[in-house]
Structures are given as C-alpha cells and as structure tokens.
C-alpha cells in the first residue's frame, strides 16, 4: 500500500486499486480483508494532492496529476488571460499548469529556472529565504524585454513570490503577472498537512490587490473554485458539471 502510484511504479509493483472511502484493508500472512467498518463514505480526496502534493507521475482516483495540473492551467488561461509574450512556471510544481496556461492562450512557455525542494514547509524565515535563492534563478535571455506571466500552483506566505518577482523584474521584464492555479489559501489544514498557522497565510491577511502590491506584480489572480472544479471535471458547488 502505498499514499501514491509513483510509489508502487519505483519498486516494480503492480497498481491494483485505489482504497474506498471508509474502507479499512487488513493484511496479514495469509489473506487480505476489506472492510467498510463505519458504512460507506462519501468522497472526500484532498484536491490539494493535484494541485501540489503529489507528484505528476502519479495516477489518483483514476486521474493522472499531470493531466490534472494542465487541465487546471488551461481553465486559468481561461479565466484570468492578459497579454504577454512568454508564460514562465515557477518549478516544479507549476510545470504542467504553465504548459496547459501556454497551450490554451497561445502564449509561448518557457522554462526559465530548476529546484531542489520546498520551501514553505521550511522551520524558519532565513531557510526560507535561502531556499528561494538555491531554487530559482532567473533567465535573463528568456526574460528581458518582455511581458511574462508567472505560474504557480499556490501562494502560501507569499516569500517565494516576492523573491521570484524581484529576480524576474531584475532580469529586465516590463510587466510581471502572477497566475495561480488555485483558489486563495485562507486557512490552515488540521489534517497532518504542514502548513502555516493562518497569520501567516497571506491571503488570509489581504485582498488580492493588497497581494499584488506587497508581491510586487502588475497583476495577480487566482483560479476559481468553480474553474477548479470544471478542471477536474467534477460538478461545481452549484451541481454543474
């Protein structure tokens, strides 16, 4: 058993299914059991997996996440579209959606810097500082003259953002316009997900003009939580698929 098939696929194992809600497996020498011992549940999967989570080689709930991050870039490019000359991922995790962001509004992708790690799980403010500066590092090639749209999957403190937003602007873009391929993070998850407290979830302090401007981006908008669904292909909040 394993949280994710990208698991399964590293030791050469053979992905069966995926366990049910409420469903408990048992497994011991001689048998596995299924069990449902508090009745059927209904569907309750974390949408922050396809948004961030897991990692893009993975297939949940018969959905695979690259698909899903595309899928999800694609309804941005559709709801928050603007002019520009390049659309630039911020690594890792904001790969799949800017390829999806590129390919719906026609925009040129680039990939403009690699990573190694995350950092908004990081202990402290000087790591995490650090860890912006180990992780990207702008293009000035790709960069300079341009108007970019940056893509990410989230904006959690909002200190990756500033960073990459200075490194961007510094590379000599005329115009930066952040794209999120999320709804607002407003609060913090108490289901073992290491996030911050909600003091320090910027969009839970600021409105998204106040973001902009302490981010320092010509403009910034968010997917919305309907857009999100339609990615997915699940019925909205409204019952509409």
């Known amino acids: 058993?394993?949280?994710?098939?990208?698991?399964?696929?590293?030791?050469?194992?053979?992905?069966?299914?995926?366990?049910?809600?409420?469903?408990?497996?048992l497994i011991d020498e001689d048998d596995l059991q299924s069990m449902h011992p508090f009745g059927k549940k209904q569907h309750r999967f974390c949408i922050f997996e396809y948004i961030y989570f897991a990692r893009p080689d993975s297939t949940i709930e018969g959905k695979n996440v690259y698909d899903a991050r595309k899928n999800i870039g694609r309804e941005l490019a559709v709801e928050t579209g603007v002019p520009a000359d390049v659309v630039i991922p911020v690594p890792d995790s904001g790969v799949p959606a800017a390829l999806g962001y590129s390919e719906q509004s026609g925009i040129p992708y680039e990939l403009r810097t690699h990573y190694v790690g995350r950092t908004f799980?990081?202990?402290?403010?000087?790591?995490?500082?650090?860890?912006?500066?180990?992780?990207?590092?702008?293009?000035?090639?790709?960069?300079?003259?341009?108007?970019?749209?940056?893509?990410?999957?989230?904006?959690?403190?909002?200190?990756?953002?500033?960073?990459?937003?200075?490194?961007?602007?510094?590379?000599?873009?005329?115009?930066?316009?952040?794209?999120?391929?999320?709804?607002?993070?407003?609060?913090?998850?108490?289901?073992?997900?290491?996030?911050?407290?909600?003091?320090?979830?910027?969009?839970?302090?600021?409105?998204?003009?106040?973001?902009?401007?302490i981010i320092g981006v010509d403009s910034l908008a968010f997917l919305s939580m309907d857009g999100l669904y339609r990615a997915m292909g699940e019925a909205s909040r409204n019952g509409e698929q």
Not at 3 to 15: K, M, Q
Not at 121 to 130: A, K, Q, S, Y
Not at 163 to 188: C, D, F, L, N, W
């Open 121 to 213: 799980i990081e202990p402290t403010d000087r790591i995490r500082h650090l860890g912006v500066k180990l992780k990207h590092n702008a293009n000035r090639e790709v960069i300079d003259g341009r108007r970019v749209i940056l893509v990410d999957d989230s904006i959690v403190r909002g200190t990756t953002s500033v960073k990459i937003v200075e490194m961007v602007r510094a590379a000599g873009a005329t115009e930066v316009h952040m794209r999120i391929a999320s709804p607002p993070t407003t609060y913090s998850c108490f289901y073992g997900v290491d996030t911050p407290d909600r003091d320090q979830l910027l969009a839970a302090q600021h409105n998204i003009a106040e973001m902009a401007k």
């Open 1 to 25: 058993l394993a949280s994710e098939t990208c698991a399964l696929d590293i030791i050469g194992a053979e992905y069966v299914r995926d366990i049910e809600p409420g469903e408990m497996v």
